[in-house]
């Protein structure tokens, strides 16, 4: 059998040459590489404390561990209260409008 049309593939090298090269390592990369650090350490050097007030002894990722901890702990002693639900508003709600 012979065909008329002879048809080309068209090969999609939009994400080999174009995404993985420009837009992924480019901005991906740099941009939240630079701005990661920048908000890291931003309470560290630019902000001034009075010394009445807590302030973060080493740097800000020591104070974001322990909010983290807080956090677990709060939800850890919340959940014999309000259930397993880790949704602790619709739960809060739940109980005001049933306790009464």
Known sequence: MSYQYYYY???YYFYYYYFYYYYYYYYYYYYYYYYYYYYYFYYYYYHHHNHHHYYYYYNYYYYLV???LLSMETIMRTLPE?????????NILYTTATMN
């Open 82 to 90: 309000y259930g397993s639900n880790p949704r602790l508003a619709d």
């Open 66 to 68: 322990h909010q983290y």
């Open 9 to 11: 593939y068209y090969y």
